[in-house]
């Protein structure tokens, strides 16, 4: 199997060397997996000229040529889907298994917007005058940037990138510090068949701030996106504002999963799985606050417990693995930290609440914590770890008003079978996307964004295609 790892700057289609470098670790092993390019604002500028050069060649592909040549990364995607997979269990220490679906999950938006690119249509519009016609037609923005997480190292990127080159604009990426070596990788991929050098540009680097300031103020970079907690949001968003570029943010989040006194227990346990314990509980849409109706809170907690004890936590090349070890020493002092307050605040711990050292350093055992209340930080702050912290309430409105009494907004989940609560419920719970008696809800078609501080536009669906696009007005006189 060929190796993917590459370790510099990519930009303008070339591996560009810099003598700085900084180290990626394997979370599980504590091992240095590589010695990464270290960018400066210099380099970032230069991958910004880059995709400013390559802009007019691209944009003038036809939809079809630009759909052709995405495909095309999509395959290569899925045909190096094994040595992605392993290299982004060494960088982000998520099992292998879980390291492959992310790795087709990732190209989904590739092939999705592949499509999309041939289905962008304008409009023509009523006669406004017996002289005039009037049409809208849709454009590329242009150069646009883009700043990713680590929890996904492949997923966050292309479905920035896809779109963005789908619609006939150049990027340039900065990846995550902790995990860049998957970035460089579908790089690669990309260079291999035949997109164009200048159009994606990757730029590593651990200084932050230098180079978030170059692709937020840039005056030719006009669309900036961005995944990332709030605060460093809100903060890009002050950034981007010197030169209007279109922004489209997806920030924290603070989901509440609310079980109903009419909801399957099983299927409620089933899918609270799912969406918490995928990636260790480090996604943003993942169930930070469990909300148990009363009446069914014993059978709820019993049912869960009993469940959560049967996962296997362990280094993501084992076999078997439900999930692997939290992303560094900071993640697992923060759970730490959420946990001893809850319980010193009053919080029961059922079962873990503990660092697996027999596993490693970074391995936190799956807990469950009840009597938690609204006003502990637990149920305040993302845990982003394997940490389930039940608070109950009595009746549909109360669990409403909790569920939505956060600045938050980006997904929420519950369970219920009484159709008629459905319909209530779905529409008062203030947030982006909601999971109903599931949880599992990202896929390529779906609408992927939040309301309220969890962000501004949506990712993936054909909302995500005119996110990067300009929507122009075409008046033509003389008919008269």
């Known amino acids: 199997m060929r190796s993917l790892t ?10 560009v060397p810099v003598e700085q470098r900084f180290a990626v670790t394997n979370p599980a092993t504590g091992e240095v997996v590589a010695e990464v390019a270290d960018a400066d604002a210099t380099l970032a500028e230069r991958a910004v000229e880059a995709a400013k050069n390559a802009l007019p060649g691209w944009r003038k592909k036809t939809p079809h040529e630009r759909a052709e040549l995405l495909r095309r990364w999509f395959n290569s995607m899925l045909s190096n889907k094994q040595a992605l997979a392993e290299l982004m269990c060494a960088e982000q220490g998520k099992p292998v298994a879980e390291a492959a ?10 092939e999705w917007f592949a499509a999309e690119a041939e289905r962008s249509y304008g409009d023509v ?3 406004q005058s017996p002289d005039k016609r009037v049409w809208i037609t849709k454009q590329g923005v242009g150069v646009c940037a883009a700043i990713t997480p680590w929890n996904f190292p492949n997923a966050m990127i292309t479905r920035k990138v ?4 789908a619609a006939g604009c150049t990027m340039v990426v900065k990846p995550p510090q902790l995990t860049p070596l998957s970035a460089l990788a579908i790089a690669q991929l990309a260079s291999e068949v035949g997109i164009p050098d200048g159009v994606i540009n990757i730029v590593p680097s651990t200084d932050a701030k230098s180079i978030g300031g170059v692709l937020t103020e840039h005056p030719d970079v006009r669309k900036f996106s961005f995944t990332g907690s709030t605060a460093v949001g809100k903060k890009l968003m002050q950034q981007c504002a010197s030169t209007v570029k279109k922004v489209s943010f997806e920030l924290g989040g603070n989901a509440p999963f609310i079980v109903f006194d009419d909801a399957d227990i099983e299927l409620a346990v089933e899918q609270l799985l799912i969406c918490k314990f995928r990636n260790a509980g480090q996604t943003c849409i993942s169930a930070n606050r469990i909300l148990v109706q009363e009446k069914v809170l014993d059978k709820f907690v019993n049912t869960l417990k009993s469940e ?4 296997k936590v362990a280094p993501g090349t084992a076999d078997e693995v439900d999930y692997g070890p939290l ?16 319980r010193e605040q009053g919080a029961e711990c059922l079962t873990g609440g503990k660092v697996l050292d027999e596993v490693g350093e970074l391995f936190y055992a799956p807990t469950l914590l009840t009597g938690v209340t609204s006003t502990m930080d637990i149920a305040q702050e993302e845990i982003f770890g394997p940490v389930v912290a039940v608070q109950t309430f009595d009746t549909e409105e109360e ?20 159709y008629r609560r459905i319909e209530r419920v779905s529409s008062e719970l203030e947030c982006g996307m909601l999971g109903i008696n599931a949880g599992a809800i990202s896929h390529a078609y779906n609408a992927f964004g939040g309301v309220k501080e969890s962000g501004i536009g949506r990712e993936g669906s054909r909302y995500g295609l005119a996110e990067y696009q300009e929507t122009k007005t075409l008046t033509l006189g003389g008919f008269a």
Request: glycine share 8%; proline share 4%.
């Open 6 to 15: 590459k370790t510099n700057a990519f930009i303008d289609g070339h591996w």
């Open 101 to 110: 679906a992310e790795i087709e999950y990732g190209a989904s938006f590739v």
């Open 125 to 127: 519009l009523p006669l």
């Open 162 to 165: 896809a779109p963005a080159l």
């Open 308 to 311: 959560m004890e049967k996962l």
């Open 327 to 342: 992303i560094d020493q900071d993640a697992i002092d923060k759970v730490k930290r959420l946990v001893a307050d809850a």
């Open 399 to 418: 669990g409403i008003r909790k569920a939505n009494a956060t600045p938050f907004g980006l997904a929420g989940y519950f369970c219920a079978e009484d």
